[in-house]
């Protein structure tokens, strides 16, 4: 994944711009049929060339040239396994040596060498010895999610598809098939929303069939509700304006449209109201300004809709309810003093709200800030000292977020530097992310401290993938096929801890006597963690068996040992909680 990589030609076969002796081929059955293909990314945006890869589990490289970077994007069986962009701020060497993954030093050495192993970088310094391929899995990939965020996001350049290509040797799944692409278009600004919707964004829409089912795709709580407002023919933006989630509703018609689950029709003629006044278009007796206090003349009874029905009484004036949709009722002395009644309006339909004190608005400024935490660890990104507590981590973020948040510029600022904001909000976002989560925190801890080792980069990804797959074993209490997942898995990569922590653990829960099964597994787990003390699972399992077996004080024990290096870790906390229940 890393800048510059030198890449492997495609096996040959047919080349077709998008006409051949039997009429026109397009993207979709370029794809379904691997032939080679290349085209405008104005007419096939690049979640679409995605999600037809996906759906027809091709096999091959999709280069991408944009105007700010050229990139690639490799896929085997429809699921990414690797991205690689040339752009200066998505160089993996400098982000490796920013997160103190490698040493200048060794760096500098790696790129010589990397060459004679076909131009990898990530396996050139995992030959070398100077970069832990297993401590540093979790950074590469979200490299490569990087990467796939500006991928999509480009609305303008040229693609290409390459069926067969080969991929780089260090290359690994990046995420599920549909989960990750659902990811990519969270990451993508409002703004770049808008441009890639074009004119869908004003068009009707409705839900239709396509070659992926929509339970298929990974949408969140909040993306599926959004999901189910197109069940009526209207426009993205009028859907929209009257939600509070704003974002989510255009990002969810965006990716619903480019995987063809929504269909779009003709121009919805119907006004949009602003968000700040959308409230006047559902209330009939509103007064244009719904706001201000009403007098006592009954003349000033004009309305923000003409044709409501006028009040019984001309001579009382209404005032303001509690229920901004409830019409308004007369006052029972319309001669008294009157008293402003607070109403409560409907969520705004564009959050956040913009802070008093106006954010930077010097470019220059903005693009220094962001250069420095691109390339930086979180810690760095969010301005806190690693040893910083959650709440000093959460006041930095927040901070930083009504600073740096696209929305909190004026709305005159210009749209380039209305980007730049947005890639440095994108950046702090990421951190908190990290940060933000005890178990993922610690997980960057163990990365920036961690000690390099010579390994097999292809073996150590593999056995990660093995991994996530014997977890979920485990979660559905298929012991057996978790055990053979575990131990292939240690069998790529003996050196990892965690693999003994779980296989101990599957150990013990499958032992008819679990006295000698516990005394077993917990001289496992003691071992492993001896030689990696930053793993929660341990102290996880270690309480659980000593809770199994009586021993309440040995499980507590356990317990809070986890939590003193992952405090937030949300099964320690759960597990100390019911303890003595």
Same mark, same amino acid.
């Given at each position: 994944?890393?800048?510059?990589?030198?890449?492997?030609?495609?096996?040959?076969?047919?080349?077709?711009?998008?006409?051949?002796?039997?009429?026109?081929?397009?993207?979709?059955?370029?794809?379904?049929?691997?032939?080679?293909?290349?085209?405008?990314?104005?007419?096939?945006?690049?979640? &679409?060339?995605?999600?037809?890869?996906?759906?027809?589990?091709?096999?091959?490289?999709?280069?991408?040239?944009?105007?700010?970077?050229?990139?690639?994007?490799?896929?085997?069986?429809?699921?990414?396994?690797? $991205?690689?962009?040339?752009?200066?701020?998505?160089?993996?060497?400098?982000?490796?040596?920013?997160?103190?993954?490698?040493?200048?030093?060794?760096?500098?050495?790696?790129?010589?060498?990397?060459?004679?192993?076909?131009?990898?970088?990530?396996?050139?310094?995992?030959?070398?010895?100077?970069?832990?391929?297993?401590?540093?899995?979790?950074?590469?990939?979200?490299?490569?999610?990087? *990467?796939?965020?500006?991928? *999509?996001?480009?609305?303008?350049?040229?693609? !290409?598809?390459?069926?067969?290509?080969?991929?780089?040797?260090?290359?690994?799944?990046?995420?599920?098939?549909?989960? +990750?692409?659902?990811?990519? *278009?969270?990451?993508?600004?409002?703004?770049? *929303?808008?441009?890639?919707?074009?004119?869908?964004?004003?068009?009707?829409?409705?839900?239709?069939?396509?070659?992926?089912?929509?339970?298929?795709? =990974?949408?969140?709580?909040?993306?599926?509700?959004?999901?189910? +407002?197109? $069940?009526?023919?209207?426009?993205?933006?009028?859907?929209?304006?009257?939600?509070?989630?704003?974002?989510?509703?255009?990002?969810?018609?965006?990716?619903?449209?480019?995987?063809?689950?929504?269909?779009?029709?003709?121009?919805?003629?119907?006004?949009?109201?602003?968000?700040?006044?959308?409230?006047?278009?559902?209330?009939?007796?509103?007064?244009?300004?719904?706001?201000?206090?009403?007098?006592?003349?009954?003349?000033?009874?004009?309305?923000?809709?003409?044709?409501?029905?006028?009040?019984?009484?001309?001579?009382?004036?209404?005032?303001?309810?509690?229920?901004?949709?409830?019409?308004?009722?007369?006052?029972?002395?319309?001669?008294?003093?009157?008293?402003?009644?607070?109403?409560?309006?409907?969520?705004?339909?564009?959050?956040?709200?913009?802070?008093?004190?106006?954010?930077?608005?010097?470019?220059?400024?903005?693009?220094?800030?962001?250069?420095?935490?691109?390339?930086?660890?979180?810690?760095?990104?969010?301005?806190?000292?690693?040893?910083?507590?959650?709440?000093?981590?959460?006041?930095?973020?927040?901070?930083?977020?009504?600073?740096?948040?696209?929305?909190?510029?004026?709305?005159? !600022?210009? !749209?380039?530097?209305?980007?730049?904001?947005?890639?440095?909000?994108?950046?702090?976002?990421?951190?908190?992310?990290?940060?933000?989560?005890?178990?993922?925190?610690?997980?960057?801890? $163990?990365?920036?401290?961690?000690?390099?080792?010579?390994?097999?980069?292809?073996?150590?990804?593999?056995?990660?993938?093995?991994?996530?797959?014997?977890?979920?074993?485990?979660?559905?209490?298929?012991?057996? =096929?978790?055990?053979?997942?575990?131990?292939?898995?240690?069998?790529?990569?003996?050196?990892?801890?965690?693999?003994?922590?779980?296989?101990?653990?599957?150990?013990?829960?499958?032992?008819?006597?679990? =006295?000698?099964?516990?005394?077993?597994?917990?001289?496992?787990?003691?071992?492993?963690?001896?030689?990696?003390?930053?793993?929660?699972?341990?102290?996880?399992? +270690?309480? &659980?068996?000593?809770?199994? +077996?009586?021993?309440?004080?040995?499980?507590?024990?356990?317990? =809070? $040992?986890?939590?003193?290096?992952?405090?937030?870790?949300?099964?320690?906390?759960?597990?100390?909680?019911?303890?003595?229940?």
């Amino acid at each position: 994944m890393s800048q510059g990589e030198e890449r492997s030609g495609p096996s040959p076969g047919p080349h077709l711009n998008g006409a051949g002796a039997a009429g026109k081929i397009d993207a979709a059955a370029a794809f379904a049929a691997g032939l080679r293909q290349q085209g405008q990314l104005q007419a096939d945006a690049p979640i &679409r060339l995605w999600y037809l890869a996906a759906a027809a589990q091709a096999t091959g490289e999709l280069a991408l040239g944009t105007p700010g970077a050229r990139l690639r994007v490799h896929f085997r069986r429809g699921v990414v396994e690797h $991205a690689v962009s040339d752009a200066p701020e998505d160089d993996l060497g400098r982000l490796l040596v920013a997160r103190r993954a490698v040493t200048p030093v060794a760096l500098a050495a790696a790129e010589l060498s990397r060459a004679a192993g076909g131009g990898d970088l990530v396996a050139a310094l995992v030959r070398s010895g100077a970069l832990d391929a297993g401590a540093s899995f979790r950074l590469l990939q979200e490299h490569g999610l990087a *990467v796939l965020a500006r991928a *999509v996001a480009a609305g303008s350049g040229t693609w !290409e598809w390459l069926p067969g290509a080969a991929t780089s040797p260090s290359a690994f799944q990046l995420g599920g098939r549909w989960g +990750l692409l659902c990811e990519a *278009v969270r990451r993508l600004e409002g703004a770049a *929303v808008r441009a890639l919707l074009g004119d869908r964004l004003h068009r009707k829409a409705q839900r239709c069939g396509g070659r992926v089912a929509l339970l298929e795709l =990974k949408l969140t709580a909040l993306e599926a509700r959004a999901a189910a +407002l197109f $069940a009526s023919r209207a426009s993205p933006a009028r859907l929209a304006a009257s939600s509070p989630d704003f974002d989510t509703v255009l990002r969810v018609a965006l990716l619903l449209g480019e995987t063809e689950l929504l269909a779009f029709g003709e121009v919805d003629g119907g006004e949009i109201a602003p968000a700040a006044t959308a409230t006047a278009s559902r209330t009939p007796t509103s007064t244009t300004n719904p706001t201000a206090t009403r007098t006592a003349n009954p003349t000033a009874t004009a309305t923000a809709n003409p044709t409501s029905t006028s009040t019984a009484n001309p001579t009382r004036t209404p005032t303001a309810t509690a229920n901004p949709t409830a019409t308004s009722t007369p006052t029972a002395n319309p001669t008294a003093p009157r008293t402003p009644t607070s109403a409560h309006s409907p969520p705004p339909a564009r959050p956040p709200p913009r802070p008093a004190a106006p954010p930077p608005s010097d470019a220059r400024a903005l693009q220094a800030f962001h250069q420095k935490i691109s390339g930086a660890d979180h810690f760095i990104a969010l301005g806190v000292a690693r040893d910083a507590t959650p709440a000093q981590v959460k006041a930095a973020y927040f901070q930083l977020a009504r600073t740096y948040h696209p929305d909190a510029a004026p709305m005159t !600022e210009p !749209e380039e530097l209305r980007r730049l904001r947005g890639r440095v909000f994108g950046r702090i976002s990421e951190a908190w992310a990290v940060l933000g989560d005890a178990a993922k925190r610690a997980q960057h801890l $163990a990365e920036l401290t961690g000690k390099a080792g010579a390994v097999d980069v292809s073996a150590i990804f593999k056995a990660e993938e093995v991994f996530r797959v014997a977890v979920a074993h485990v979660r559905a209490r298929q012991y057996d =096929k978790a055990l053979q997942a575990l131990a292939e898995a240690t069998s790529l990569n003996a050196d990892e801890a965690e693999f003994s922590i779980w296989k101990a653990w599957v150990g013990f829960l499958m032992g008819a006597d679990k =006295k000698s099964a516990h005394a077993a597994s917990a001289a496992v787990i003691d071992a492993a963690l001896a030689k990696n003390p930053r793993c929660p699972a341990g102290y996880l399992f +270690l309480g &659980r068996m000593a809770k199994f +077996l009586g021993e309440l004080d040995r499980a507590e024990r356990s317990l =809070k $040992a986890g939590l003193a290096i992952a405090p937030r870790d949300e099964e320690l906390v759960r597990e100390l909680r019911y303890l003595r229940k």
